[in-house]
Nanobody
Framework: QLQVVESGGGLVQPGGSVRLSCVAS????????VAWFRQAPGKDRVGIQC????????YYTDHVRERFTISKDGAKNTVYLLINNLKPEDTAVYYC?????????????????WGQGTQVTVSS
């Protein structure tokens, strides 16, 4: 079964950090680009960052540049999203998505594989 599965979310205090994981199964990330998105309560889903098979990263949202970092472990077929200095406004469901290709598309590209999401709640 071709899929991506997110994990790593939970309840985090403001100022804390969290590392989300996106594991691909049924296909290799060596031939795909992967991106992270998030959807806050009552808001549309928005793109955060994308990474290519060559580990080139592209931000979709400029204001998270200082706190969000995407990375990839090819051996584990996994993409990570590290979020530092969490703020209450980071509370959202975080999704990863993948599509075949070598370059990150716009966030509105035709992402083929979507995970079910992992909830991150930032609260004291």
């Amino acid at each position: 079964q071709l899929q991506v599965v997110e994990s790593g979310g939970g309840l985090v205090q403001p100022g804390g950090s969290v590392r989300l994981s996106c594991v691909a199964s049924g296909f290799t990330l060596d031939s795909h680009v992967v991106a992270w998105f998030r959807q806050a309560p009552g808001k549309d889903r928005v793109g955060i960052q994308c990474i290519t098979r060559q580990h080139h990263a592209r931000y979709y949202t400029d204001h998270v540049r200082e706190r969000f970092t995407i990375s990839k472990d090819g051996a584990k077929n996994t993409v990570y999203l590290l979020i530092n200095n969490l703020k209450p406004e980071d509370t959202a469901v975080y999704y990863c998505a993948a599509m075949a290709g070598s370059d990150c598309p716009t966030e509105y590209g035709e992402w083929k594989y979507w995970g079910q999401g992992t909830q991150v709640t930032v609260s004291s």
